[in-house]
């Protein structure tokens, strides 16, 4: 019984090894294309990724509105120790479509 069960797995595993194995056909990569960034929202885009990437992870800019942007980076103002201005850099960054 025990060698049925042997030959059979091992009869199994030979057919599967021998089949045709399907391959995707490999896909040109569109080239993605990133609009120049303005020197005041390349700013912000660096005070953001260096200032609030220290404490957690960095959000999409599309992941929240404007208006829910407004608190979120108000409230973690404080929290990154940045002043006004940098806060603008940043909140302008985030928004911009």
Request: charged share 25%; net charge positive; glycine share 2%.
């Amino acid at each position: 019984m025990k060698s049925r069960i042997l030959s059979l797995a091992m009869t199994a595993a030979l057919i599967y090894s021998c089949s045709p194995k399907v391959v995707p056909a490999p896909t040109e990569a569109k080239p993605t294309v990133v609009a120049a960034l303005s020197p005041e929202l390349a700013e912000g885009k660096n005070l953001y990724e260096n200032n609030c990437a220290k404490c957690h992870k960095l959000y999409d800019r599309k992941d929240f509105s404007a208006e829910e942007w407004t608190p979120i980076v108000m409230r973690m103002q404080k929290n990154a120790k940045i002043q006004d201005a940098e806060r603008e850099k940043i909140y302008n960054y985030l928004t911009i479509d």
